[in-house]
């Protein structure tokens, strides 16, 4: 699902690359945009000749059509386009708060506008599939994960920060990405790294190595000073920025075009390029499209789901008491053995106030997005707005809730 998406070449080169670990028969690419799957089908069936892959790829703007017969379906979708991320990224600073499209006002609009959609598409999967997995690439993750979860519906939720992480730790370390296991615990877009194992999820922890060593590139990745993954002791996501340099964050924006002005005009240039048809592999350009390693790391997870391979993956899935402090339902971003019947958290250690802490605040604004998301109303997005860590106060949720309505009501007809 958003198969004219630009991201999708980095997705079929990975299904090329890795054909060894999931075998392909067949790929569908579903997107209403027919021009955008056009160009997108068109490369992708290129990269599948190039590197001599035997499956076969079609598209269609028919979602029912696409999804018959399904075995997995690759949900990758952004309603409203980058012109709805670029609101979402500028309307919230308005008010002095940080404009984001995952996290904030901006998470929740996103959030409102997404649910309604994916849940609907996964019905339609049900109904033709009952046993087919959905594996969710779409943003906010942790909230249309819960959402796909409690409804009933085959998924796991999936994000690149941790293979990203694993990737760039590797080569810092001078050893293969398959001898690094992170301790990556939290939720999606609010994760740190507690340790950093080498040989295995019990080999010896490097991060105080990684740190003592590496810890100046690794914070200037990050964009956060150094002496603060030195006091944490680990390595946060750099999502965690909004929260720990939230104003910082806010003057930067204001300063500058948004990163969704940014990606429309990479996305222009990338479909230009691939209606050339002489191209037939992922253009370089497309590294800066955002996304580092979602092919490997969706190929990993949907080879555990439908090979039953029982391998640890870092997915978002259901708590069932892995964090004691939070519900069993809500959805965690944490290890996990994933094999035909889901994915099943490993234990975590004991998570440090200072996690914990951010973690239950986040998980409960969630809970109230999804309601929000599910039944409508002003009220219910004043009350997630009001208990985000990064909005929490009465004169912001008001306005931020007139806001967001007005800025989405083409999409949200039901508010």
Known sequence: MGGGSTYTPELVDGFARLRDLLPLEELVL???????????????????????HPGRISWTADLD??????????LQLRVGGQAARDQDETWPLECGCVGQETTGAGGLAKALRTVPVVLDIAERVRARNPRAWIVDFTNPVGIVTRALLSSGHRAVGLCNVAIGFQRKFAKLLSVAPGEVSLEHVGLNHLTWER???IGGPDGEDVLPKLLAEHGDAV???????????DRLGVVPSYYLRYFYQHDAVVREQRTRPSRAAEVA????????????????????????????FYSEAAVDLTSSLLRDTGEVRIVNTVND????????DAVIEVPATVDAQGAKPLPVRPLEPLFAGLIAQVTAYEDLALEAALRGGRERIFRALLAHPL??????AERLTDDLIAHNREHLAWI
């Open 219 to 229: 914070a200037e990745d990050l964009r956060m000073p150094r002496a603060l993954l």
């Open 65 to 74: 059509a696409g999804v018959d017969g399904a075995d997995a379906v690759l």
């Open 30 to 52: 579903v997107d209403p945009a027919a021009d955008r799957l056009e160009l997108v089908g068109g490369l992708a069936r290129r990269i599948f000749a190039r590197q001599g």
């Open 265 to 292: 005009a990479i996305e222009r240039e990338l479909l230009e390029m691939y209606g050339d048809p002489a191209l037939d592999e992922k253009p370089e350009l497309l590294g800066r499209r955002g996304g580092a």
């Open 195 to 197: 340790a950093v194992r």
């Open 391 to 396: 909005i929490g106060q009465l004169e912001y």
């Open 321 to 328: 008491g892995t964090l004691p402090f939070l519900p069993d």
